[in-house]
């Protein structure tokens, strides 16, 4: 899957003819592989704790990523969402250290002053 997602982007990144459908097919095509095989596989034995069995990360995974495959592979048709939120986080990493340096701001005018 990541070679794949890997592989659109570098696609996308240099403008090349890229079939949207044959990513679909084969993002498609992927999860249906290992779904099947983690939906073969033993749940992770919780004893002593009732209700569901838990479910594997790597399960979990792959029902968000089917959940959410519009979102995951938004970055082949708008060009301005970014393959990785990267960005984004960096951004916001300095404001939270000065948030935890201060202990917190407490009102608004304290925040504005540390910006």
């Given amino acids: 899957m990541s070679e794949l ?15 949207i ?3 679909n097919e084969l993002y498609d095509q992927i999860i249906a592989i290992r779904l099947d ?16 069995k838990k479910n594997r990360p790597g399960y979990n995974l ?15 048709i708008d060009p301005s969402v970014h393959f990785t939120n990267n960005q984004a986080e ?6 939270k250290v000065k948030q935890k340096v ?6 608004l005018s304290g925040a504005s002053d540390k910006l």
Avoid: Y
């Fill in 102 to 107: 201060s202990s917190c701001f407490r009102t």
């Fill in 21 to 23: 459908d044959k990513i």
């Fill in 37 to 52: 095989f983690h939906q073969h596989l033993e749940p992770i034995d919780s004893p002593g704790v009732r209700g569901n």
């Fill in 90 to 95: 960096q951004d916001l990493r300095m404001m």
């Fill in 5 to 19: 997602l890997l592989l659109a982007n570098s696609f996308s990144k240099k403008n090349l003819s890229i079939s």
């Fill in 62 to 76: 792959l029902l968000r990523l089917l959940d959410f495959k519009t979102e995951t592979l938004k970055f082949l």
